[in-house]
């Protein structure tokens, strides 16, 4: 899935003080425990399904094949979690089921797991509740538990409509049940439907990306997210592309395609308010939102993150540890952010969204650097146009749009030398 990857750790992420991993403590299984008592803070709420029924190629999200015996066990394993911390949760505004593929499970688990999140999570009246699904395996039946379980926003995995870029992300579905997931979800009552796309595939033309979003506008989403390729470490897609059996999209190709779905999108009536992500008025992701403006959510399930106060964490990644635990799930990659560290990331979301950044947000920002460097580097970036004022507020420009991640990177980074 594409949608919820921003719970899995930011990519340009510095790590300051990690605690080792559970496999090397040998003691006491490390758990979010520390966090418990400021649950309450958790504005959102992460659950991850881990089951898929093929690997993607590009996929680097933690998901297993088969294991369909698992499923049961999985699930009655994740209702205690939502149990146990739930009762000590306040209010929550969003909640995300991403995976892997959550609408794998059978109708009957699907339903106890969505049955279980409204019982145990205190949800605000006007949550946002979001379910990823790929297309093949919603159902009508799925769709109707979807909305008497209070489900209110569906993000569908469609990645393209073209059957040979599908093949070359060795995504196994049928482009035609894309339109049928969306109406399926519709006609259960569900209006708020976001389309996942993926460009830059290889062999993928500017044309083509032209066709997928025609095709994804034609179905009348109200959001869009549209995310570049990327060749994550271990994974099959980049071993293909370094044995040389697929070739990576030309730079300046790329560029064309980024400037195409802005121009197609924005035609259409929705508008860009983070790089990658595009919504029809009043549909911008509020869950998404939440991880940019880094506020605070609380993670369930194996290898799902969460941040509360500038602690992150991320439970561990295997299925096993995850059912033979019964309280809180093991943890690893804890990352305790310094000041500086935490003003990094604040640029890195806050650049990201179009809205820009306010004057007296990016002043306080640069105020916290040491030696105030960030200023330097702002006004470098002004200089050479990929960075603006506009209304008071910081903004990449057209140009810098293009460039965002050398951007942000240069102003995540603590570099001594400016
Ligand atoms: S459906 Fe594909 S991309 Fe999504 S989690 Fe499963 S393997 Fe990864």
Redesign the pocket.
């Known amino acids: 899935?594409?949608e919820s990857s921003f719970n899995q750790l930011p990519q340009f992420t510095i790590i300051g003080t990690q605690i080792q991993p559970n496999s090397m403590r040998g003691g006491a299984l490390l758990t979010a425990g520390p966090w418990l008592n400021k649950v309450e803070k958790a504005i959102g709420a992460y659950i991850h399904v881990p089951f898929?029924f093929?690997?993607?190629h590009?996929?680097d999200?933690f998901?297993i094949?088969g294991k369909e015996d698992q499923h049961e066990l999985f699930v009655q394993r994740l209702l205690k979690e939502l149990e146990f911390v739930g009762a000590k949760m306040t209010e929550l505004r969003t909640v995300f089921i991403g995976?892997?593929?959550p609408t794998l499970l059978s109708l009957e688990l699907f339903d106890k797991l969505l049955y279980g999140v409204r019982k145990h999570l205190p949800l605000a009246h006007d949550v946002e509740f979001t379910i990823?699904a790929?297309p093949e395996t919603i159902t009508m039946e799925k769709a109707a538990v979807m909305v008497s379980q209070g489900v209110n926003r569906v993000s569908i995995?469609a990645q393209s409509f073209n059957t040979d870029l599908l093949k070359q992300l060795e995504?196994w579905h049928d482009p035609v049940n894309v339109g049928r997931a969306v109406e399926f979800v519709r006609s259960a009552g569900i209006d708020n439907i976001s389309i996942d796309l993926i460009y830059a595939i290889p062999t993928q033309t500017v044309e083509q990306v032209k066709e997928d979003l025609k095709e994804a506008v034609s179905l009348l989403p109200t959001h869009l997210s549209c995310y570049a390729l990327t060749y994550e470490p271990n994974t099959p897609l980049l071993h293909k592309l370094n044995s040389g059996r697929v070739t990576r999209v030309d730079h300046d190709v790329e560029a064309d395609m980024f400037d195409v779905v802005a121009e197609v999108l924005s035609g259409s009536g929705y508008k860009q308010y983070e790089i990658s992500n595009f919504a029809k008025d009043g549909f911008a992701c509020k869950h998404n939102l939440m991880y940019w403006k880094n506020k605070n959510w609380w993670s369930f399930g194996p290898a799902a993150s969460g941040h509360i106060d500038g602690q992150r964490w991320k439970n561990s990644p295997r299925l096993a540890d995850y059912l033979s635990t019964s309280g809180l799930p093991p943890v690893e990659d804890v990352e305790r952010l310094s000041q500086d560290i935490q003003v990094g990331e604040a640029f890195m979301m806050g650049l990201r969204l179009l809205e820009g950044m306010e004057f007296a947000w990016v002043e306080s920002l640069i105020e916290q650097s040491p030696n105030t460097w960030r200023r330097t580097v702002i006004e470098r970036n002004i200089e050479d146009g990929f960075l603006v004022w506009a209304n008071e507020k910081l903004v990449l420009t057209d140009k810098g749009l293009h460039f965002a991640d050398t951007v942000i990177c240069e102003l995540l980074m603590c570099n001594e030398s400016e």
């Open positions: 899935m594409t898929c093929h690997k993607c590009y996929c999200f998901s094949v995976g892997g593929t990823e790929n995995g995504r």
